[in-house]
């Protein structure tokens, strides 16, 4: 059953002070990477995730017994938080905070090319637009748009990467962050309106799921919101990382777009078979597919 809902108060733009650092999804292929001193909440500077963790919690899913579901009070107003003042706010295309998110996601993209009103134009699709005005593609809500905006504002030369080589791989970025969001937000019943996941097949989080998410968004200092826009970050890589192997391995094309987010999926699912005590742990999500990866390119 769905948690008491409260009135909902205007959504916190993604842009207001969030710390510049890197993006949590970077570990490379067969390494651990060192965490940015932002994300690490409380551990020694330079501490890394270790690659093999993804091993470890193959056996916790396999040996341990799932704790009896009961969520804390302050774990239910994460989630109250999540669902009243960020997830259901509706979109308005022609509001002036819309047009200064689409510029600035489009000025971190293309620095060369600087705009100051997003007005439509056939440079959406450089994005991975489907169309020439980028407000009708954003179809799930305002929080869509927050979640990309979250990432050209906080990792301004990740997005620049992703952009660079989405077009080399030809699939739509923007269209694939969008649907990311909302995958995310049905996962975690996160919507006020009855909806579908864009992955066909998908099930809503189990009781357990729900609760490790519920468990790290509480114990995270940079709060529920925050975590929500890091897992983002890191599926929106892993996601770049099942495509690229697509085409790699499968010599895949765009209708076999659905098979990569379908993988994100399970991956995520995985994932949140196991309790995470930090935002870092994010990164793991990445670790096992860029191993996979090199490895593919190795072969070919």
């Known amino acids: 059953s769905r948690l008491q809902r409260q009135a909902s108060p205007a959504a916190i733009c993604a842009d207001q002070q969030q710390p510049k650092r890197e993006l949590v999804a970077m570990a490379g292929p067969g390494r651990g990477s060192t965490l940015s001193k932002p994300l690490l909440e409380g551990q020694t500077e330079g501490k890394t995730v270790d690659q093999w963790d993804w091993l470890k919690d193959l056996f916790a899913c396999c040996l341990v017994r799932p704790a009896k579901f009961s969520l804390s009070n302050e774990e239910r107003v994460d989630l109250e938080v999540l669902r009243d003042r960020h997830c259901n706010e509706p979109f308005v295309a022609n509001s002036r905070e819309t047009d200064q998110m689409l510029c600035k996601i489009w000025n971190v993209a293309f620095p060369e090319e600087q705009i100051v009103d997003a ?11 489907q169309s020439n005005t980028p407000r009708t593609d954003v179809r799930a809500g305002r929080f869509a748009l927050d979640q990309l905006h979250y990432l050209a504002a906080t990792f301004p030369e990740k997005l620049r990467q992703l952009v660079r080589q989405a077009e080399e791989l030809d699939y739509p970025l923007a269209i694939g962050c969008f649907n990311l969001t909302h995958m995310v937000v049905v996962f975690f019943d996160l919507c006020n309106d009855v909806t579908v996941s864009p992955v066909a097949g998908a099930s809503p989080a189990n009781k357990v799921r729900l609760q490790h998410f519920a468990q790290l968004c509480e114990r995270s200092p940079h709060g529920p919101l925050i975590v929500l826009h890091e897992l983002f970050c890191c599926l929106l890589g892993r996601l770049h990382e099942d495509w ?57």
């Not at 134009?121 to 450089?126: A, E, G, P, Q, V």
């Not at 991956?267 to 999500?285: G, K, S, T, Y």
């Open 119 to 129: 007005t439509n134009s056939k440079r959406w699709r450089r994005l991975g637009f």
């Open 244 to 300: 690229k192997a697509l085409r790699i391995e499968q010599n895949a094309n765009l209708m076999d777009f659905p098979k990569a987010m379908q993988g994100v999926f399970k991956a995520h699912e995985a994932f949140c078979n196991v309790p995470r005590r930090q935002i870092a742990d994010l990164q793991l999500l990445l670790i096992v597919r860029a191993c996979c990866t090199y490895v593919a390119v190795f072969q070919a």
